[in-house]
């Protein structure tokens, strides 16, 4: 691709020379002469907007080209984020539901200690204050 353009650069350097010379040359001998001269310098001219053209023609093609490769591009990396956006979001949903589970079963075993606390309280008063003095005894 590199050296196509150079390639293209120089012959363009080429052309405009010869188009620029022509055009500067010295107008002299006769009529038939100058027109013939006249007329090839227009054919040349011609040709070179001919190419000029052409190589305009060809730069559009690959710009369309070009254009349509980073749409496609573009749809497939927004499929890409979609996709990944969809996959962080399964991820935390699993992350939650984890969480959610671990805290009730903190929730679980913290209410089991607080009653197995409180049930021994109540054991060791009855043992040691209401079994020994025989509160119950004054009510019942």
Known sequence: MAQ????????????????LSRSRAKAGGSKSSSQATTASEAQFIQKSLQRTQ????????????????IDDDEKALQQLMDDQKSLEVKQAEKALSALRRAQQRERNVLTASIVFFLWVVF?????????RFNIFAYFF
């Open 4 to 19: 196509g353009n150079s390639t293209s650069a120089v012959e363009h350097m080429r052309n405009r020379k010869k188009l």
């Open 54 to 69: 052409t190589l305009l023609q060809d730069g559009l093609h690959r710009v369309n080209h070009v254009s349509s490769a």
């Open 123 to 131: 054991y060791i008063m009855y043992v040691r204050v209401l079994y």
